[in-house]
């Protein structure tokens, strides 16, 4: 049982929807994306959510760049996430004990 | 030349085995062969048999009363669809097995009896007037009563229902956008009109009284579990079953009435809008029951094939002059009210004008002739016609005697159409090929993690845990596979890896997966591993195949951008 990078996988997602700013001329989320399939996942400083997919557009296996211009689309006004993390599988474990 | 009329009779090659057995009287062609028809009939039996069994399914799985009016209402449809294919299969078998003794198929001759031509009916723009009381204005303050209410539509076998509508107090009509379309109806259909409706809220009086035990309940229970009582409660109820406890799926789903009907024909087919009575079939004690005026207006259509299609066509010739000798050749074709005489046959598929139109209508009078001064070609069609007090006769000069035969049987049975289809040969009615329609709104697909996640920004992981309680079960002791997308190292025993490799706390061996490697089109950091020394660099211009997992060198990097 194990992770293989471009292979298909399950997780337990969530859904997030999130409407972009008006700063000045530009249309933006407020937050900062790192990674991506071309970067080194050991100095990630955070491990919380991963992004799986944005706007219908697979993040699965983009690069950094690509998956920047995905998010910051000039014709979309709002970002439609679909987000996994780790804290999921622990609310699950917590929900199989109690 | 073709004539419509004339049907292809099944043909035995001569001195067959087969023909021995039907000179024998062992079989009967008729019981032989199983008529295209019937075929096709038992696909479309079979196909509702499995679409019913699939409303069935969705009806079960259904939470949400919307969703189970419109799965009901599928599952009407279908039980009328099947019962009433189920009826046609049996009324030909029947006649199959009753009617055609004796009669071989090798019996020759003209049909004794004429049938008219079969034609498109199209019923549209179905308003149904209600009639609201004063003291519904008042009664269940607040509460909108809401009814879900479709039109079943039948002629002959064929069913075929209008969109559902949700109506309340506010409407003063229930007007349908649906065109509904039957192609093959005789002038003497009957298209049968059916109103159902259904109460939108849980049916009884008794609505009122679980809500507020179902609140003093969930105030009671966990704070989610709570939540999704009422929140079920809010969302019209569940799917008939008691709404006291957490809903439970059950088979049976909201009930349909029938509030009325009304049958329509021939009398009633206009170009233009009319209205006709309604049968009122339900009464106020009725849950279902709606405030209907009486009456429903629509615009009901119908185009004969006789007036759509060409019945015959072929070679004529006629008359340019009123001297006998310049007979020009043309190609007639006649279709509706009119024998159009093209220069080419090819005119008459282009769109050109012919060169002689001649208007044929119930009162136009036809003879067939013999020519004596036209040797060779003797035979004559006289089209006559009377415009005011002139009478205008046209001379038409037909190829052979059966090419006259054919012509003039045509004609008869044109004049025979008319006379049956009457309003409708006066002129061709408009009728609009139905749009598809839209299916109903897109059902949630049950056991959709989505379809639950209504996360607020103020709820805790503890609304994701019930949820997740409820889809799960207890199947997980092993961490799933995803998890790995979270550990900090690859897993994977890398010589060239700064760190030792640890795995996640919960596993025991370490997971092999591969470092992901694509080929990005940015900057490619310096390949320092050993590992990949032994890989050849690929070219540069290759752009990024993130499925492909080749080894260029490790991504150095962890970008970050703000967006």
Not at chain 1, 10 to 39: P, Y
Not at chain 2, 225 to 240: E, K, P, W
Request: net charge neutral; with cysteine; proline share 8%.
């Amino acid at each position: 049982m194990s992770y293989i990078p471009g292979q298909p996988v399950t997780a337990v997602v969530q859904r997030v929807e999130i409407h972009k700013l008006r700063q000045g001329e530009n249309l933006i989320l407020g937050f900062s994306i790192g990674g991506g399939i071309d970067q080194d996942p050991s100095q990630n400083p955070f491990s919380e959510d991963k992004t799986d997919k944005v706007n219908g557009w697979d993040m699965t296996m983009v690069t950094h760049d690509q998956a920047r211009k995905r998010l910051t689309k000039r014709s979309e006004e709002v970002v439609r996430l679909l987000v996994t993390r780790q804290s999921l599988q622990k609310a699950v474990q917590q929900s199989m004990l109690s | 030349m073709f004539s419509r009329n004339h049907r292809s009779r099944v043909t035995v090659a001569r001195g067959s085995a087969l023909e021995m057995e039907f000179k024998r009287g062992r079989f009967r062609l008729s019981l032989f062969s199983d008529p295209p028809e019937d075929t096709e009939l038992q696909r479309k039996l079979d196909h509702e048999i499995r679409m019913r069994e699939g409303a069935c399914k969705l009806l079960a799985a259904c939470s949400q009363r919307e969703q189970a009016l419109e799965a009901t209402k599928s599952l009407l449809v279908c039980n009328s669809r099947i019962l009433s294919y189920m009826g046609e299969l049996q009324r030909r078998k029947e006649a199959q097995v009753l009617g055609k003794t004796g009669r071989r198929p090798s019996d020759s001759g003209p049909p004794a009896e004429r049938s008219p031509c079969h034609g498109r009916v199209c019923i549209s723009d179905l308003r149904i007037p209600l009639m609201w009381k004063d003291t519904e204005y008042f009664k269940n303050k607040g509460d909108l009563h809401r009814w879900a209410v479709f039109l079943l539509l039948q002629l002959g076998e064929h069913i075929q229902d209008t969109e559902m509508i949700l109506v309340d107090r506010t409407l003063t009509d229930i007007s349908f956008q649906s065109n509904v379309l039957f192609t093959e109806a005789g002038p003497d259909f009957e298209l049968r009109l059916e109103l159902y409706g259904a109460c939108v809220e849980e049916e009884g009086a008794l609505t009122g009284a679980p809500k507020r035990l179902a609140t003093k309940l969930s105030s009671s229970l966990g704070r989610s579990s709570g939540r999704r009582v009422r929140a079920s409660l809010d969302s019209a109820g569940g799917s008939g079953s008691s709404p006291i406890l957490l809903p439970t799926p059950a088979v049976s789903g909201p009930r349909y009435h029938l509030l009325a009907h009304t049958t329509l024909t021939l009398a009633a087919v206009q170009d233009g809008f009319r209205t006709h009575d309604l049968t009122l079939a339900s009464h106020e004690e009725n849950p279902a029951w709606l405030p209907l005026y009486g009456s429903v207006c629509c615009r009901l259509a119908a185009q004969p094939l006789c007036m759509t299609q060409p019945t015959a066509s072929g070679t004529l010739r006629v008359q340019q002059a009123v001297e006998m000798q310049n007979w020009v050749r043309v190609h007639g074709v006649l279709k509706g009210t009119n024998l159009f005489c093209y220069r080419r046959p090819e005119d008459a598929d282009t769109g050109e004008e012919p060169l002689l139109t001649i208007a044929i209508n119930k009162e136009t009078r036809v003879r067939a002739g013999e020519l004596d001064q036209a040797p060779g070609r003797p035979f004559t069609l006289s089209i006559s016609n009377q415009y005011g007090d002139d009478e205008v006769t046209h001379t038409l000069q037909t190829e052979s005697r059966e090419a006259l035969q054919s012509w003039m049987e045509a004609l008869w049975q044109l004049f025979f159409d008319m006379s049956q289809w009457k309003q409708c040969c006066d002129e061709i009615m408009k009728i609009e090929t139905p749009a598809p329609r839209k299916p109903p709104q897109a059902l949630a697909k049950q056991g959709s993690l989505y379809h639950e996640m209504a996360i607020e920004p103020l709820d805790d992981i503890a609304a994701v845990t019930d949820i997740l309680t409820q889809r799960e079960g207890a199947r997980l002791e092993t961490p799933p596979p995803w998890l790995a997308m979270f550990t900090d190292q690859p897993a994977l025993p890398h010589p060239c890896s700064a760190a030792s490799v640890a795995p996640a706390p919960a596993w025991t061996q370490p997971l092999p997966w591969g470092r992901p490697r694509t080929f990005s089109l940015d900057a490619v950091p310096p390949d320092h591993s050993p590992r990949a020394r032994s890989v050849a660099p690929l070219p540069p211009q290759r752009s990024p195949r993130t499925r492909d997992l080749c080894s260029k060198g490790q991504p150095r990097t962890w970008l970050q951008s703000p967006v």
